[in-house]
């Protein structure tokens, strides 16, 4: 079992920037894969970023690559992300999900714990 709690959301104009932190707990958090998604109003859940459980492989979507950068630290059990020059269009509910394999996928189907969620508001 791994429990998720995100923070580090809020409201930015466009071009700023946020860090949103996910604190992990539970003891297969060093052996899973991490990610991060996100769904805006009326919008699908879409994949924004995911990494191995070393953290020597990492995913990014198109839309956010070259602005956004996940990282972790599992000495801390806590998964970051990273996101500059924000736009309107990244505003959103981010949510952080853990996968019980080592192995980061893109696919929201893969990953069996899901953290509450943090919104991010990026104003023009």
């Known amino acids: 079992q791994v429990q998720m709690v995100e923070s580090g959301g809020g409201l930015v104009q466009a071009g700023g920037s946020l860090r949103l932190s996910c604190a992990a707990s539970?003891?297969?958090?060093?052996?899973?894969?991490m990610a991060w998604f996100r769904q805006a109003p009326m919008k699908e859940r879409e994949f924004v970023a995911a990494?191995?459980?070393?953290?020597?492989?990492?995913y990014h979507a198109d839309s956010v690559k070259g602005r956004f950068t996940i990282s972790r630290d599992n000495a801390k059990t806590t998964v970051y992300l990273q996101m500059s020059s924000l736009k309107p269009e990244d505003t959103a509910v981010y949510y952080c999900?853990?996968?019980?394999?080592?192995?980061?996928?893109?696919?929201?189907?893969?990953?069996?714990?899901w953290g509450q969620g943090t919104q991010v508001t990026v104003s023009s």
């Open positions: 990494i191995s459980w070393s953290g020597g492989r990492t």
């Open positions: 999900a853990a996968d019980r394999s080592p192995q980061a996928s893109v696919v929201a189907s893969r990953y069996d714990y």
């Open positions: 539970g003891r297969t958090f060093s052996f899973s894969a």
